[in-house]
């Protein structure tokens, strides 16, 4: 009996995150990036994604997608598609070329001016090698980010797409989010 190799994906829950950017912050100094970098983006969600008065908010980072656009604009072989389906950059290889921040449509490599090379959220994967969570995981206080293994999920309690958020069907984003109640009291699903 064979068994599937883990595709490993952030998965946001969209009715637990608060908006405290403390995902951000935290790897912003745990990896001592420039002050106009972040490989995490907290922003407010518009209204129409829950059909009510409610504030929610919409945590993402890299997407890890099943086609990386960023990995196939590189001229430099920067970027590698893990096994277990993290996309990460190596920056070691990368010429600061800007490629990959163009061809991404989610807008996740960054340009670092320190360094004059891109940036990107690979996952942590060197802390995910040795059982540990990524930076973003580990200190979210609302626990509203997790890893998840997209073979193990349960597709239908979460979605790909969200309003506000590039179509996932593009690159084949692996990011899931558990949509707030609110959605699912207007749709008539709970």
């Known amino acids: ?5 883990k595709r490993l994906a952030f998965q946001v829950n969209m009715e637990r995150c608060i908006g405290c950017n403390a995902c951000t912050i935290s790897c912003k100094s745990f990896y001592d990036l420039d002050p106009t970098l972040n490989r995490r983006f907290v922003r407010e969600t518009d209204e129409k994604l829950t059909g009510a008065a409610k504030r929610c ?3 993402t980072a890299c997407n890890h997608c099943d086609e ?25 290889r ?9 061809a991404c449509p989610y807008g996740v490599p960054q340009f670092d ?5 891109m940036d990107k959220c690979s996952m942590c994967f060197d802390r995910i090698e040795v059982g540990e969570n990524p930076i973003c995981v580990s200190s979210c206080p609302m626990e509203a980010i997790s890893i998840v293994n997209l073979n193990e999920i349960e597709e239908s309690e979460v979605v790909s797409d969200v309003v506000g958020f590039v179509d996932s069907k593009i690159t084949g984003s692996s990011t899931r989010f558990i949509l707030p109640t609110a959605t699912s009291v207007v749709r008539g699903e709970i």
Do not use: F, R, W
């Open 1 to 5: 009996m064979s068994t599937k190799q």
């Open 57 to 59: 908010y919409l945590s």
């Open 68 to 92: 990386p656009a960023c990995a196939k604009a590189c001229p430099t072989g920067a970027y590698t598609k893990l096994e277990n389906g993290i996309v990460k950059h190596d920056q070691n």
């Open 94 to 102: 990368c010429i600061g070329c800007k490629m990959c921040g163009t």
């Open 113 to 117: 001016p320190v360094k004059k090379k």
